[in-house]
């Protein structure tokens, strides 16, 4: 949000340098304090730079929503087999005073295996959403470079990275072929990136929740059976 900041301390009418002082440089953004260097029209460039970063955000925060669905879904799962153990006990089958016994022990510590076997499984299943920031990233500098008046010629030899890009090559092809302004062109790019990168992790994480259920079943039924049935059946024939 710094860019946004720096943005509006500069349309109050502060100079360059003050704003800068009161908007906290530390956390200014690479592709602001490039803008700065390259002379570009910061007010207009600073503001689509904090259009993005929002944009990003919002995407991100539906993400991570979207993953704590199958979070949830883990979890209640992994303590499920806890909970009919207890369960149990409530319902006076008297299964938590047998395990001190050496078979449910045994059961007890083979369903814990069982369990973290699951959670092991399903960790690497679990990874929090990121969108193709690298993509995104070239656009941005790319979209700095063009608002800052350089010719792409000198922008690909000072940031040859850009070169390749494949969604900026793609974009000086569409320019050259349709005559389209390259500086709408990028921001129409970068927001389209965001939004299809978006809703294909989004896709993705819908459908987390249905592959979870492999592991977890293979894994936490059998826990379940090992924490109730010997428990319960050890409780009952020693009563």
């Known amino acids: 949000m710094t860019a946004g900041r720096l943005q509006s301390l500069l349309s109050s009418g502060l100079p360059l340098r003050s704003a800068l002082e009161h908007s906290g440089t530390a956390t200014l ?3 602001a304090i490039e803008a700065i260097r390259l002379g570009s029209p910061l007010k207009r460039v600073l503001s689509q730079l904090d259009e993005i970063e929002l944009q990003q955000q919002r995407a991100l925060a539906e993400l991570n929503q ?5 979070k949830a879904t883990r979890a209640l799962l992994s303590w499920l087999p806890a909970f009919a153990l207890v369960a149990s006990q409530l319902m006076g ?18 369903g814990f295996g069982l369990i973290l076997l699951g959670r092991k499984l399903t960790g690497s299943m679990l990874i929090e959403p990121k969108l193709d920031q690298a993509a995104i990233y070239s656009l941005q500098l790319f979209g700095v470079t063009i608002a ?19 969604a900026v090559m793609e974009l000086v092809e569409v320019s050259r072929t349709t005559g389209c302004s390259l500086s709408s062109l990028v921001q129409s790019t970068i927001q389209s990136e965001i939004t299809n990168s978006s809703a294909a992790l989004m896709t993705e994480l819908r459908e987390l929740s249905v592959k979870l259920l492999i592991p977890l079943g293979l894994t936490t039924l059998p826990a379940f059976l090992l924490f109730t049935i010997p428990p319960i059946f050890i409780g009952i024939t020693n009563r």
Do not use: D
């Not at 979207?66 to 199958?70: D, E, F, W």
């Not at 010629?153 to 000072?158: C, G, P």
């Open 148 to 166: 800052s008046g350089l010719g792409l010629s000198q922008a690909l030899k000072r940031y040859p990275e850009l070169g390749s890009s494949r």
């Open 93 to 110: 089958l008297s299964s938590l005073s047998a395990l001190s016994h050496p078979v449910s022990l045994i059961a007890i510590a083979l």
């Open 29 to 31: 953004s690479p592709l």
């Open 66 to 70: 979207a993953l704590a669905v199958p």
